[in-house]
């Protein structure tokens, strides 16, 4: 039987099983533990997990799905990547209706890119995030800003 796929940004491990992935509730302890250590350090405001073992997904069956903090109608979420695939698309829809052009200065349309340094950056460097902009990552503890010039 091999261990269950969880997606985290910190340390998982998963306790002993006597029949079955979830016998001693060890991993549900773990995953609560993580769950609530993300909304303490301000990761997001809730969080919620489901766990799937040989492709069958055991969040009903045999372990609820896992929540942390709770959120209403009003609740903001950092949606981080999610933006990367909209921006990308909406992005591209305009190079083919020839509104935008992939190499050329993203300077003509930002203003803050279009002077020094930052002239040189294309709407290429900016999709494939090789402008040389600053990347901030943060969660679970850990929190690195890396800078480059561009």
Do not use: W
């Not at 995953?31 to 990761?43: D, H, P």
């Not at 340094?117 to 995030?129: E, I, Y």
């Not at 679970?140 to 480059?148: E, I, P, Q």
């Amino acid at each position: 039987m091999s261990a269950p796929h969880v997606l985290s940004s910190g340390p998982f491990s998963p306790g002993a099983s006597n029949s079955g992935p979830f016998a001693d509730g060890g991993i549900r302890h773990e995953l609560q533990r993580l769950l609530n250590q993300a909304v303490k350090e301000g990761v997001a405001p809730a969080v919620s997990c489901a766990v799937a073992l040989q492709g069958v997904d055991h969040s009903v069956a045999e372990l609820p799905v896992i929540t942390a903090g709770a959120c209403g109608s009003a609740t903001l979420f950092d949606l981080a990547s999610v933006t990367k695939l909209f921006t990308t698309v909406t992005a591209l829809a305009l190079v083919g209706d020839g509104r935008l052009e992939l190499d050329a200065p993203v300077g003509r349309h930002l203003r803050a890119y279009a002077r020094g340094d930052k002239s040189a950056v294309t709407l290429r460097h900016l999709l494939t995030h090789t402008s040389g902009a600053a990347v901030a990552v943060a969660g679970l503890g850990c929190r690195v800003v890396v800078r480059a010039r561009f």
